[in-house]
């Protein structure tokens, strides 16, 4: 049966194929403007990161006067001493740098990062190694982790690369690994460099210099409460110790993803809510149109009705025109979505975080799919309580006396009609009797007695 109602809902397409199409049209709009948001909201807010345990990792802001900053590397290395939260603490800088190689200079996205920072991410590296301790000292040698499309661009994928020295702004680093694919933490980075912090840079005195961010690790079973926590008793203590530079400074753990988005995420789910709200317009205007339909289709409810359709096959014919009509729209809405996909992201904010892992994927097409079988029941509500089905019982018989379709709207009694036969009838009795003795067999010729 339900072969045949989504056959019958293809013919009527074709039937009316106006109608059809702007049904389609306007459907498929609400459908493909939803999913180009969901895949934004998708990549920025809900995909976790690519990190192994990615729930466990933190950032970890100094605030001023509850203002959250930058984190002074004097007050990092106190922490990282003190703290029992964490299995791992790391910071890291921007240092941009441009890379001289085979004739050109490429501008490189770069990443001063301390030597612990991959291991807190943990991340294993494609080719070669992460940083070691090592790297950490002053004045030792420099290196570098390229990442996986860098490593591409500008070196063509060889495996030579590592152990060799390259020049970036004039000074020779030494590629000790290659990041696997999909690693850039922070967003867009292409490169990270050594941090290898100064003595200068870790003395007392540069206590109140706050120029790094920094990430940790928490301690399996730990809560980002806990730490917090924790993080404030060792802030009091710092603030007791250097009341000249920490007394107004405090510490503030935050989930690292959070960290990322926190300031897009108010501005996409407020977009996310208008193509929602796009979405349901689009529902209850073709609803309206499925209706007017359905009014006009009475005719052909009463022959269904009269053929021995069902209340519920009438309703289940309906739903099923309505959910066949959106998941066509479904698909349109996927290719209008890959198309106008491009032209989002070129409006988007050059600053929004994780955007480059925006793009049209199975999530996106198993969202299409769940959105227009929603819409597809919405549509068909409204219409499968019209009198389309509801009435097609009363409606099958729709020519008779002028008593009988009196009586079957409700408006004439059975009895009046029998009232109104009694006379009727004792008026013929009589005239009968009269007319068949009149026609007596003797007074008809042969040939007619014959045919009596």
């Known amino acids: 049966m339900l072969t045949r109602d989504v056959r019958h809902a293809f013919r009527l397409f074709y039937k009316q194929p106006f109608f059809s199409g702007a049904a389609v049209f306007v459907m498929a709009l609400g459908i493909g403007a939803s999913v180009v948001m969901f895949t934004v909201v998708d990549a920025v807010l809900l995909r976790p990161l690519p990190f192994p345990d990615a729930n466990r990792l933190v950032a970890i802001e100094e605030t001023s006067e509850g203002r ?14 003190q703290a029992q939260s964490f299995s ?11 890379l001289a190689t085979g004739g050109e200079a490429i501008a ?5 990062v301390s030597s612990r ?7 294993q590296m494609a080719l070669g190694r992460h940083f070691s301790p090592e790297d950490d000292r002053a004045g030792g040698p420099l290196s570098v982790v390229l990442s996986h499309g860098l490593w591409l ?4 994928g060889r495996h030579d690369v590592v152990g060799q020295q390259v020049a970036f702004d004039g000074f020779p680093y030494t590629v000790i690994g290659i990041a696997p694919r999909g690693v850039a933490y922070p967003e867009g980075a292409e490169a990270w460099f050594s941090l290898a912090l100064s003595d200068r840079s870790l003395a007392p005195t540069a206590r109140g210099a706050h120029w790094v961010e920094a990430i ?12 917090q926590a924790e993080m404030n008793r ?9 009341p000249r530079t920490n007394r107004s400074s405090g510490a503030k753990v935050v989930d690292l993803l959070e960290s990322m988005t926190g300031s897009a995420r108010p501005a996409l789910l407020l977009l996310f809510g208008s193509v929602g709200c796009l979405l349901t317009i689009a529902c209850v205007n073709v609803s309206g149109l499925l209706m007017v339909r359905a009014a006009g289709r009475r005719t052909e409810a009463a022959i269904r009705a009269a053929l021995g359709a069902g209340r519920m096959a009438l309703v289940r014919q309906v739903m099923t025109e309505s959910i066949v009509l959106a998941s066509v729209a479904g698909g349109i809405g996927i290719t209008m979505a890959s198309w106008g996909q491009n032209l989002l992201l070129a409006l988007l904010p050059s600053d929004l975080p994780r955007a480059s892992a925006i793009g049209l994927d199975l999530r996106a097409v198993l969202f299409a799919m769940a959105v227009a079988l929603l819409a597809g029941f919405a549509l068909g509500v409204l219409p499968a309580c019209t009198p389309f089905a509801s009435r097609a019982r009363a409606r099958s018989k729709p020519r008779g006396t002028t008593a009988e379709r009196l009586e079957a709207r409700g408006c004439a009694a059975p009895s009046w009609r029998r009232r109104l036969r009694l006379p009727s009838s004792c008026w013929l009795a009589p005239a009968s009797r009269r007319g068949a003795s009149c026609c ?11 045919a009596c």
Not at 440 to 448: A, K, M, Q, T, Y
């Open 68 to 81: 959250p900053s930058s984190v002074s590397p004097v007050n990092f290395y106190d922490w990282e001493r």
């Open 88 to 98: 791992s603490m790391a910071i890291f800088a921007e240092a941009n740098m441009t």
């Open 108 to 112: 490189v996205a770069g990443i001063a």
């Open 117 to 123: 920072f991959f291991s807190t991410l943990g991340v």
């Open 153 to 156: 661009r500008a070196f063509g």
């Open 216 to 227: 940790g690790r928490l301690e399996p079973g730990t809560k980002i409460e806990a730490a």
């Open 234 to 242: 060792i802030a009091a203590n710092l603030a007791a110790a250097y």
């Open 440 to 450: 007596s067999p003797r007074s008809l010729p042969g040939s007619i007695r014959a």
